[in-house]
């Protein structure tokens, strides 16, 4: 039975729920997270990204295309994030068929923002040769050109500017007949542009993209938003093996809590998007304490209380998402100034924190952990039933909670089904993944 809680005010934002934020403001949210864990491939992504970008520029690609390439390079080996090979380069990926590249259409499988650009992803290692129909597009090649290049460039800021004209000669000597000739006749034409080899410096890149980007004036509407926080929540959830659907859950029942408790659409959605980035500052926590199997001692249990803060400080940089920021680093705080990182109180805490606290609980309770098995929906009401009674957690929500519990388990079931579906890498070829997905790649010796 549906349990619509009608007898309870209804709840109007009285910040501005907007959101106004520009595709390369959310793939850069994207870039921050992925360099949190693997700094190596998001160096990788941005330096070939810049290249990718000069290359479409020069080669007079529509506005269009130059988006498609430069999202694409961006993104091209996000399906490396997770893979537990131990790698002494990222050349030894350097293959037409290697699974990476499959990972990483699975992880943007189903959003309809990435659509143009995963199949460059799906073949970003073919060369001309293995592409005798001559299938693959211009934008492709340019990818996977500058991918190529990129590798053969010096992680030392300082010799970068030296070896220009070394990289030219060798990448067109090496790569002639594999690509277009007018890819490398345009990348001849970059051995003298002094601002190209300096942007590369791996120092600056954060700021670089900023200015180069061709989707800095692309606006996303709040469902294309969402999408991209989707994948962050792949992303942070694939950080421990344990919580594989976590934050994704989060973002469903408390969407759904949202409906139950009378708020509009638009509402609903944003407290979706914060149930998707409530746990981004788990990235910042070392693996061994999140998926530790026993329980926390005082000091790991400190790190692990950081996360939050984090939460809300990595989205602090990002003020269109003030509002959902707040929400997301407000979820472990309590009614009764028991919880943190702010002790806040009741007065403090709105309507969405509130639904964002409940939904967060349920979800882990409910949820095999290392240390234990998921509780029953009737175990973990009981134990949210009690922290309401103790002012901990509101009182409204839960009864929204407790009336719409089948409805909520059954959504739940829902999107661990097409989670598990869609999204789980199936990695052919032998590749492991270890529990502990985010083993570093070393850095490359070039
Ligand atoms: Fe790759
Ligand atoms: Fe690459
Ligand atoms: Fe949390």
Known sequence: MVVICRTLPIFRLTRTASLDISFH???????????????TVSNHMQRTA?????????????????????????????????????????ND?????????????????????????????????QHMDNDPEGKASLEQYIVAFADCVERMLPTDDKQLFACASDIIRQATEKY??????????????????DYFWFRLELSGLRRVTDIISPVKVTHLDI???????????RIVDKYSSFTVTHSIIVG????????????GLREQKLIEIAGYLHDLGKIYVPVTIIEKAAQLNEKEFS????????TGEILSEYPALSTVAQWAEHHHERLDGSGYPYHLTKAYLDIPSR?????????????????????????????IRQEVDEGKLDADIYQCLAGNVALIDCGMETVRKNYLKKSLPRPAGGIQFSTSMFVPIPLPTK
Do not use: W
């Open 25 to 39: 403001s959310a793939l850069k949210l994207v870039i921050d997270v992925i360099s949190a864990v693997n700094p």
């Open 50 to 90: 810049c290249i990718a970008q000069e290359l479409a520029l020069r080669l007079n690609l529509s506005t269009k295309s130059q988006s498609t390439v430069f999202v694409a390079a961006l993104l091209h080996d996000i399906g490396m994030i997770g893979d537990a090979r131990q790698l002494d380069t990222l």
């Open 93 to 125: 990926i350097d293959y037409y068929d290697d699974p990476h590249q499959q990972t990483g259409y699975q992880m943007l499988y189903g959003f309809k923002v990435f659509k143009p650009i995963r199949d460059i992803i799906l073949h970003h290692h």
């Open 176 to 193: 002639r007949g594999h690509f277009p000739d007018q890819i490398l006749t345009a990348f001849r034409q970059l051995e003298n542009q």
């Open 223 to 233: 469902d294309q938003f969402r999408e991209i926080c989707l994948l962050i929540a």
């Open 252 to 263: 469903a029942v408390a969407r759904r809590l949202a409906k139950q408790y009378g708020m």
């Open 303 to 310: 790190r692990m209380k950081g996360h939050s803060y984090k």
């Open 355 to 383: 639904i964002l606290a409940i939904a967060d609980i349920f979800t882990a309770l409910t949820e095999d952990r290392p240390y234990r098995k998921g509780m029953s929906n009737e175990q973990a009401l009981a134990i």
